[in-house]
């Protein structure tokens, strides 16, 4: 992936309307997803990573209120410059509601995380990619990294949730399962549909036909439920 193609700002004017910015950090450093190549967007360079990242956040101008803050990995990977800009720019632009994306692994960060940005008029939203409730299939397919089972324990420290969809082995009920559990553990869902990169699995269209004809349009107008059908349709990435 080729970070200088990438279209790193972008508005969301449909449900919960905020703007998005695709920052570049460290990378992820868990980096083991079968289904992921988007972790290949960073660069250990932090003077390059905050050079691009403010250029990024000089477009935000907090017409909603709400910023959306995604990097490739989790919040953590972002340089502290960074982060007091984004702070900053929050507060310049009266922003008081923020998303921050969280692996599993850095859970132990999000207090401090709330905290920091709480003492600044800031509510942080956090994200967690579970992918899919099925611990099993989740864990020997998926690789994810959650040494957890029970989702009310996955969701204790997290806001809102990511689940993939489109791959061999779910059906309509599993996702169905997924969509439900994601909506009584998480204050929001966003489900992403698999699609064809340079990693390891591969969408399944059957899958995904399954999903288009039946669940999405039980879903599409909830307002606690994001789907991108493509992994750019927020208009980032
Ligand atoms: S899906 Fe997220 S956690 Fe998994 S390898 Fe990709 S960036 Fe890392």
């Known amino acids: 992936m080729e970070s200088g193609l990438l279209t790193r700002y972008a508005e969301i004017t449909e449900k919960n309307r905020r703007e998005?910015?695709?920052?570049?950090?460290s990378g992820c450093k868990w980096r083991r997803c079968a289904f992921c190549d988007y972790h290949l967007d960073f660069s250990l360079d932090e003077?390059?990573?905050?050079?691009?990242?403010q250029e990024v956040l000089q477009l935000v101008t907090g017409k909603y209120g709400r910023l959306e803050v995604i990097n490739s990995g989790s919040f953590v990977d972002l340089d502290a410059q960074t982060f007091q800009r984004i702070v900053d720019t929050c507060i310049q632009n009266q922003i008081t509601e923020i998303h921050f994306e969280c692996h599993w692994m850095?859970?132990?960060?999000?207090?401090?995380?709330?905290?920091?940005?709480?003492?600044?008029?800031?509510?942080?939203?956090?994200?967690?990619?579970v992918e899919t409730f099925d611990a099993q299939f989740r864990e020997q397919v998926l690789l994810k990294g959650i040494d957890e089972t029970d989702p009310e324990s996955i969701?204790?420290?997290?806001?809102?949730?990511?689940?993939?969809?489109?791959?061999?082995?779910?059906t309509q009920d599993s996702m169905r399962y997924d969509?439900?559990?994601?909506l009584r553990c998480f204050n929001r869902v966003c489900i992403?549909?698999?699609?064809?990169?340079?990693?390891?699995?591969?969408?399944?269209?059957?899958?995904?036909?399954?999903?288009?004809?039946?669940?999405?349009?039980?879903?599409?107008?909830?307002?606690?439920?994001?789907i991108l059908l493509e992994n750019t349709d927020f208009g980032v990435g």
Do not use: W
């Not at 420290?157 to 791959?167: A, K, N, P, Q, S």
């Not at 969509?179 to 994601?182: D, V």
């Open 20 to 25: 998005i910015v695709l920052l570049r950090g």
């Open 179 to 182: 969509i439900e559990t994601g």
């Open 192 to 226: 992403n549909i698999m699609v064809e990169n340079t990693a390891r699995l591969k969408p399944s269209r059957p899958v995904i036909e399954c999903f288009i004809n039946t669940l999405y349009p039980l879903y599409k107008e909830d307002p606690r439920v994001d």
């Open 106 to 129: 850095h859970r132990g960060a999000v207090s401090d995380l709330r905290r920091t940005l709480a003492a600044r008029g800031i509510h942080a939203n956090i994200k967690i990619g």
């Open 47 to 53: 003077q390059e990573n905050f050079a691009l990242n």
């Open 155 to 170: 969701a204790a420290g997290f806001d809102e949730v990511c689940l993939l969809f489109g791959l061999d082995g779910q």
